[in-house]
């Protein structure tokens, strides 16, 4: 096993003054007051099971009485920020159908299901400690991306809308080979530019658990996109490698597919459309982008090794001594970015100053 799928478990970052300052305008601060360890005091657990009796790693939890009326009106309030701008009108037709908590991984969020009473419809959305790497990582998708993300941030805590989809590994393994010829060459162009993607914005870790497939239907095909869920591996890893989905063993079958799939200059096509769609992206989000870059080119969010590694490493690969001179995770993210512009002629998009 090569150490691009070893991976050791990362600290978590606080998030300091100026990004909260950050947060708070562009909205992303809650009002309503919710803790991720109130909600690690529950009475119980019941081990919450799949449609084919495995056991999922999440388990549902239960509260005494009082706590728990308490606790769902507040996960309501929540849930009418990030869906209805705090809209209290909405929270008589909520119901909390379930509070599930994970066992396994970093951040060990709990899920909660809402209900609206009135239609029986419902979402997930997930409460988890606050990270600086996952804030930075989701607010780069959001900016960065052809998807907007809603969270909300409380002190330390963090709260992330569920993003739909089928999570990779379970794709690969029942959906995968069913799918037609052309379907498959689609799903190999997508990781291709997937791939691309999370190098350039140096987000790791995407083994095949840690994205989502969504289908979505267009006239008479299925077209298939490929979103990251999990976003705390964002310019913390010294490993070059892990920031590229392909290295992961997990991914092998997407590796397959692309070389059956897919001639190299196909490869080289999808990978200069999705640097110059990347490119448009960074000079389009303006100074919103730029503010985020400054903060994060101070913010410790990485170890120094990992820093003095993954620069060398973007200096061999790239021989662009702005990574050579990088002192931060966020001056190699803003070289990462400069270096893309550049190539695809928006070379002034980060000269007009933070």
């Known amino acids: 096993m090569s150490d691009s799928s070893v991976l050791f478990k990362k600290p ?32 119980g657990s019941i081990t919450v099971y799949d449609k084919h009796d495995k056991d999922t790693l999440w388990v549902r939890v239960y509260y005494n009485e009082f706590e728990r009326n308490e606790i769902d009106l507040i996960l309501k309030k929540i849930y009418s920020l990030l869906h209805s701008d705090g809209n209290s009108d909405i929270i008589k037709f909520l119901n909390i159908d379930a509070i599930d908590y994970c066992t396994f991984g970093n951040s060990k969020p709990f899920r909660i299901k809402v209900r609206n009473i009135l239609n029986d419809n419902y979402v997930h959305f997930y409460i988890k400690k606050a990270d600086a790497s996952r804030i930075y990582g989701l607010e780069l998708e959001h900016i960065l991306s052809p998807d907007k993300i809603n969270f909300l941030v409380h002190g330390d805590t963090l709260i992330e809308e569920h993003i739909i989809g089928i999570p990779g590994d379970v794709f690969m393994e029942t959906l995968l080979n069913n799918c037609n010829e052309t379907e498959k060459s689609q799903i190999a162009k997508e990781f291709v530019k997937f791939n691309e993607r ?26 298939y996109r490929i979103r990251p869920i999990d976003f705390d591996q964002q310019c913390y890893e010294g490993n070059f490698k892990i920031y590229r989905p392909q290295f992961f063993k997990e991914n092998y079958p997407m590796i397959q597919l692309i070389k059956n799939k897919l001639e190299a200059t196909s490869i080289e096509q999808y990978k200069n459309e999705e640097r110059a769609a990347l490119a448009k992206r960074v000079s389009s989000a303006g100074t919103r982008i730029m503010k985020l870059l400054k903060i994060m080119s101070n913010d410790a969010i990485a170890p120094q090794e990992h820093i003095d590694r993954l620069k060398m490493e973007l200096y061999r690969y790239t021989n662009d001594m702005s990574f050579k001179n990088a002192s931060s995770m966020g001056f190699i993210l803003e070289a990462a970015f400069e270096f893309v512009c550049r190539n695809y002629k928006n070379a002034n998009v980060f000269k007009t100053g933070f």
């Open 198 to 223: 999370c190098m350039i914005r140096l987000l790791g870790d995407m083994r095949a658990y840690n994205y989502v497939i969504l289908p979505i239907h267009d006239f008479d095909q299925v077209v």
């Open 12 to 43: 978590s970052y606080p998030i300091n003054n100026t990004l909260h300052d950050y947060l708070e305008k562009y909205d992303r601060v809650s009002d309503v007051s919710v803790c991720y360890d109130d909600l690690l005091r529950f009475s």
